[in-house]
């Protein structure tokens, strides 16, 4: 009888959590919308450069790299004794990288939970690791967000203290500190990207640090809201709200469409090269 009721109420909280995801999907892109109406298209036109083609080559390189990073957290966790063969994990890691970008959000997450049972890893702990990443993704993208504002007026000691905290991390040898490091490591590849872009598009005057920081923030309400496939309309929509009264509006759209574009670019890249790799 208790499970019973235990399972209806989990029901009504997912279904809770879906309206809400779908609320907040169709409130983000009508804001989109409303800001793409009133945009003057002929202003975007400036921002197409070299720097913004050169940019949107390296910004996609960082987001594979920052997926490698989170694959080998996500392996530490889910294989702390190293019994699966690394590129097997990768693999399984990537195909729920494109899994991702299917409706719902979830399949990324199923994904896994069926590959990694397929060679071997308990169900249990596999939902277990699912948890910790989450949490980790928390933990580590407002870290460095706080490290892009630290940056903003003291940048040696940003860096300083960052890399302490990964060195230490990683020296440790503990697969949950192993994790944090390498998150750490793959948000850090998000907030350069990021600064990449917008020194290609924004204003000479704006804050690359802050910018990152933002678009951070924006990553992070993305995540965080269930049914946007790759948090599509909600990430945009947050950088938007959250630069728009700082930054000319065309600059930044351009940055915001040039960040989706480079992140898709970036997941695709990761997913099919480690797919397309012979296993071990």
Same mark, same amino acid.
């Given at each position: 009888m208790a499970d019973t009721v235990l399972a209806r109420r989990r +029901? +009504?909280?997912?279904r809770i959590g879906r309206w809400a995801g779908g609320v907040a999907l169709v409130g983000s892109i009508a804001f989109i919308g409303e800001r793409l109406w009133r945009l003057d298209w002929s202003t975007l036109q400036p921002h197409a450069s070299w720097g913004l083609a050169g940019a949107m080559v390296g910004a996609p390189l960082l987001f594979a790299v920052a997926d490698r990073a989170l694959a080998r957290a996500w392996t530490a966790v889910v294989d702390p004794e190293h019994t699966q063969p690394p590129r097997n994990? /990768?693999? &399984?890691? /990537?195909?729920?990288? @494109?899994?991702?970008? @299917?409706?719902? +959000? &979830?399949?990324q997450y199923v994904s896994r939970q069926v590959e990694g049972a397929k060679t071997g890893i308990e169900h249990k702990l596999l939902a277990k690791s699912v948890i910790v990443e989450v949490g980790l993704h928390l933990v580590s993208s407002m870290s460095v967000a706080a490290a892009c504002l630290t940056f903003e007026r003291a940048p040696v000691v940003a860096i300083v203290a960052a890399a302490i905290v990964v060195g230490a991390s990683l020296a440790a040898r503990r697969p949950l500190l192993t994790a944090l490091a390498f998150q750490i490591l793959a948000f850090g590849a998000f907030a350069l990207a990021a /600064? @990449? &872009?917008g020194a290609a598009v924004l204003p000479a005057g704006a804050s690359l640090a802050h910018f990152a920081a933002l678009f951070l923030l924006a990553w992070l309400a993305g995540f965080v809201v269930p049914v946007a496939p790759g948090g599509i309309g909600i990430r945009e929509a947050a950088l938007l709200a959250l630069a728009g009264a700082g930054l000319p509006a065309a600059g930044l759209m351009a940055a915001t469409l040039a960040l989706r574009a480079s992140s898709i670019a970036g997941d695709l890249g990761y997913g099919l090269i480690t797919l397309g790799r012979r296993r071990n």
């Open positions: +029901s +009504s909280f997912e994990m /990768a693999r &399984i890691y /990537a195909r729920g990288v @494109l899994m991702k970008y @299917l409706p719902g +959000s &979830i399949f /600064a @990449l &872009i």
